[in-house]
């Protein structure tokens, strides 16, 4: 694993491309403090008013907020909407 | 986009057990959408799938080892499928629909419009005679061929048109203007009195005024004369115009029998009703519509349909009244004679005139009540005679 991301970080420094252009990186979009759309998504592992847990490649992504509300949701992509007080990544 | 969800149909599900959600995930990797997903405590998950889903998505809930059920279930294939099993309501639907369509082709109701001069008696026989009637078929009426077979059978029309909404046909009628009288301004004619009286004022605007306020003047004395006089003395024939107006005294009489027989509601009635399909009547009491002796009947005929729809059905309502024959008393009758009196003498005296007094008389002779007014009036006593019809 550790090799791999190396690589890929080499790979994109050398040829000037973006991070998330080398494999399946989550993007992470938070609009205003009501929105965040999660891209990359692998599962939904926890759904919580306070707490949406999801996993995404190479960890998990943990929104904690007030209210939360699963707006719509695909195969790698996670909406949610709320009151949000913080997003992190383990 | 509700409707939309409920043209196609949609479930409400509740999933139970440990984190629930993670179903989502499984749901969202087969491209099955759902919204309104709502955690209503630790372990119980609702949200809302197509309807056509909700099979599956139980099916893989119970596969993950969770409970599901499906709360509710609406939209219009679970509507058709408990209607499907209805042949009978389908049919009837079905056939309700045609009959409505195929009634909006034919005529059941006719709207005419009030019109001045004729009644509405006359244009629907009219009508009828150009084959516009209740029941008829109007997709092959021709609006040309009507308007001007209608003002051939009623003349005191100027204008007309039928307009066909659904089933109702809308008559609009314009009646004809009456050609005013061409005044021959080059005729020479006078001024004289309509009737004798005490003028009160002469404004004469052509002509020379042989008579001034204050003068006392007999029927067809001459008011003004049709004569101008010139600057240099000169005289000349001219039409003679102005008002003159006087004070005159009328007296007119009515009279009618003592013994006038009058109809009195006796205040008990009875209401019998029917129904008209087209133009077939079914009564819905026993016995004949045949008003009884000592009743009057009034009937009255309203559509039943909804609003903006008419349909081949109406409801008549017949109300009889019973009535019992009593001699008019005397105080009614000369009240009914003085109110016909001046009734007359305010159309005598014409929209510029007034009666300023009035007195009643009364007496009997031979079984008759006469009552007598005299009446004093203010009005104007002009009129113009060409010099062609003086002697």
């Known amino acids: 694993m550790k090799n791999t991301e190396r690589a890929d970080s080499r790979a994109a420094r050398r040829f000037a491309i973006p991070q998330e252009g080398m494999g399946p990186s989550p993007r992470i979009t938070i609009s205003g403090g009501s929105h965040v759309l999660v891209e990359g998504l692998n599962a939904l592992e926890e759904y919580a008013e306070d707490k949406v847990t999801a996993s995404v490649h190479r960890g998990s992504v943990i929104i904690r907020g007030e209210g939360l509300h699963l707006d719509a949701m695909s195969e790698h992509e996670l909406s949610v909407s709320g009151r949000i007080w913080g997003v992190e990544l383990e | 986009m509700t409707w939309w969800r409920y043209l196609t149909g949609f479930a409400v599900m509740e999933l139970r057990g440990v984190a629930p959600e993670r179903l989502l995930t499984a749901l969202a990797s087969r491209s099955i959408g759902f919204w309104d997903a709502d955690k209503t405590d630790e372990y119980t998950l609702r949200f809302t799938v197509p309807l056509h889903e909700a099979e599956f998505v139980g099916q893989l809930a119970e596969s993950r080892g969770l409970e599901c059920e499906a709360l509710v279930r609406k939209g219009i294939p679970r509507l058709w499928r408990s209607v499907k ?88 009628l314009r009646p004809k203007r009456e050609k005013p009288e061409p005044v021959n301004e080059t005729e020479t004619a006078d001024i004289t009195a309509s009737q004798s009286g005490y003028v009160t004022e002469v404004l004469p605007m052509r002509g020379t005024a042989r008579v001034s306020a204050g003068d006392t003047v007999l029927a067809g004395e001459t008011l003004i004369e049709g004569l101008a006089t010139g600057r240099f003395e000169t005289h000349g024939a001219v039409r003679a115009i102005g008002e003159v107006r006087a004070r005159c005294w009328t007296e007119i009489s009515a009279c009618a029998p003592e013994t006038l027989a009058v109809k009195r509601e006796s205040g008990r009635t009875k209401s019998r009703w029917a129904l008209i399909f087209g133009k077939r009547r079914i009564n819905l009491f026993k016995g004949c519509s045949i008003c009884p002796v000592g009743c009057a009947k009034i009937a009255t005929e309203a559509a039943i349909a909804p609003a903006g729809v008419s349909l081949p059905i109406r409801l008549v309502r017949e109300i009889y009244t019973e009535y019992e024959t009593t001699r008019q008393s005397a105080p009614e009758l000369r009240e009914e004679l003085e109110a016909e009196l001046a009734a007359v003498l305010t159309r005598q005296v014409g929209e510029d005139g007034e009666v300023t007094a009035l007195r009643y008389t009364q007496s009997r002779a031979n079984g008759m009540l006469y009552v007598t007014a005299y009446a004093e009036c203010e009005q104007s006593i002009a009129e113009t005679v060409p010099h062609s019809m003086q002697p």
């Not at chain 2, 009507?146 to 029309?157: S, T």
């Open chain 2, 85 to 172: 099993k209805r042949k009978t309501l389908l049919i009837a639907l079905a056939l309700c629909a045609a009959l409505l369509a195929v009634s909006r082709l034919f005529i059941w109701s006719i709207e005419v419009q009030p019109c001045e001069g004729v009644t509405e008696s006359e244009i629907r026989a009219a009508l009828s005679e150009c084959g516009v009637d209740v029941g008829r078929q109007w997709t092959n009426l021709s609006q040309d061929l009507l308007r001007n077979e209608l003002l051939r059978r009623v003349p005191e029309l100027r204008w007309a048109t039928v307009n066909v909404r659904g089933s109702c046909a809308e008559v609009i």
